[in-house]
C-alpha cells in the first residue's frame, strides 16, 4: 500500500501529525537552550557581576573612610560623628569581605590576604582616633606617617 492509496483525510491527518511532531522537538529544543541561558545568567549574576560590584563598593568605601579621617584632623571637634560613620562604612567593608569569601571564584587565598591588610589598616585607624582623642595630634601624625610608609593608607 503506497501513501498516495489513503483517503485524502487520512493523508492531511499523516502530515498535520509530523508537522506538530516536529514542533513538539522543536519546542523542547527551545525550552531546553532557555534553561540553559536561564542557568548561566544567574551564575553570571551570583559571581562576577556581585563579586565585582562588591569589591567597587568596599573601594568607594574605603575612600569615604580616609575622607573621613582628613576631616578628623581638620575639624578635631567632630570626631566622635565622624568615628560613627567609620564604624558604619566599616561594617559594611566586612560584609563585603563575607560577601567575597563565599562568592569568589579566584584564589580564596587572595581575599585573606585584602582582609589582612584592612584588619592592619583598622587597627593603625584605631590608634590615630584615640590619639586624636586624646588631643595628641603629633603622635597620631606620627603613626599615620608611618601606616602611609608601610603602603597602607588609614
Known sequence: MKFR??????RLAAGFSIIMI????????????IQTLSD??????NHPFTVSNAARKMDAESIA??????????HPEK?????????????????GFNLLKERFLGQKEDVEHAKVAFETL???RNEVVADLREGD????????????RNGLAV
Open 5 to 10: 492509496d489513503f483517503k485524502i483525510g487520512t
Open 22 to 33: 516536529l514542533i513538539l522537538f522543536i519546542l523542547l529544543f527551545a525550552l531546553k537552550n
Open 40 to 45: 548561566q545568567t544567574a551564575r553570571l549574576y
Open 65 to 74: 573612610i580616609r575622607e573621613k579621617m582628613y576631616l578628623m584632623f581638620v
Open 79 to 95: 570626631i566622635d560623628s565622624l568615628s560613627n560613620i567609620i564604624d558604619s562604612l566599616d561594617y559594611s567593608i566586612v560584609a
Open 122 to 124: 583598622r587597627k593603625s
Open 137 to 148: 595630634p603629633g603622635n597620631c601624625k606620627k603613626t599615620y606617617r608611618c601606616t602611609k
